[in-house]
């Protein structure tokens, strides 16, 4: 395990640790339910959670109870579903109809799967056969959107969801929230890039976890690699 050497001296300044949950702190798995985190990524949480100087956060595009039933960390803020859920904060109506109108137009096909979020609509084609991948995304491009709503690509998944959030938003605002502390963002997937590029922009750290074209100015390869960042990190003298 090769660690970019910059990365390793970030631990003797006050950080501000933003990490995004699957791909990152956990591989990547076919069923959503069964993402269980990295091991040691919740033991490097804890740590730095209890940091006198650092501080860390997990930012999501699932539900902020999911997140938090997988580490089962307790002081650990998880911002959910893309920025629109905070914690502390009241989270707006979720908007049934849009969703009922999404999901009647997906198409049937083996496979394909639908996670309704309440407030958003995630739907995952990783188990659909490959010769079928082709059609389904370009079914899935095809659907008519409701007013005030986006749709946003990851791996192999389709995220439907009101506009207006999404992680760079979020990213920055918990950035603004701390200006004393060097905010450093972690994450695998299309819908962390704008997290990159808005941190970039303000002199944060980005991290690309994985293969890919990224805006981010840091790479490694797996969610080993950043376990074992974040144990550094926690370990650096306070």
Request: hydrophobic share 40%; aromatic share 6%; glycine share 12%.
């Amino acid at each position: 395990m090769s660690l970019p050497p910059d990365l390793l001296t970030l631990g003797g300044r006050p950080l501000l640790v933003l990490c995004d949950y699957d791909g990152t702190l956990a591989p990547i798995v076919s069923r959503p339910e069964e993402a269980w985190p990295e091991p040691g990524a919740r033991e490097a949480l804890s740590r730095l959670v209890a940091h006198p100087r650092h501080r860390a956060a997990v930012v999501t595009g699932r539900l902020a109870e999911q997140v938090h039933a997988f580490l089962n960390l307790s002081g650990l803020p998880v911002v959910g579903l893309h920025g629109m859920e905070w914690p502390g904060e009241e989270i707006a109506a979720a908007d049934h109809e849009a969703i009922h109108l999404i999901a009647a137009q997906l198409p049937d096909v083996p496979g394909l799967r639908l996670e309704d979020k309440g407030w958003t609509l995630a739907v995952h084609s990783r188990e659909v056969a490959g010769e079928r991948q082709a059609g389904v995304e370009k079914a899935l491009d095809a659907i008519t959107l409701p007013p005030g709503w986006e749709m946003i690509s990851g791996k192999k998944v389709r995220e439907f969801r009101p506009a207006g959030f999404g992680k760079g938003r979020a990213v920055e605002r918990l950035a603004r929230q701390d200006p004393h502390h060097l905010p450093v963002f972690l994450g695998d997937d299309v819908t962390d890039e704008e997290g990159f590029l808005r941190l970039r922009a303000r002199g944060g750290v980005t991290i690309k976890v994985g293969e890919g074209e990224t805006a981010a100015e840091y790479r490694v390869e797996s969610p080993a690699e950043v376990v074992a960042l974040l144990r550094h990190w926690g370990g650096a003298a306070g």
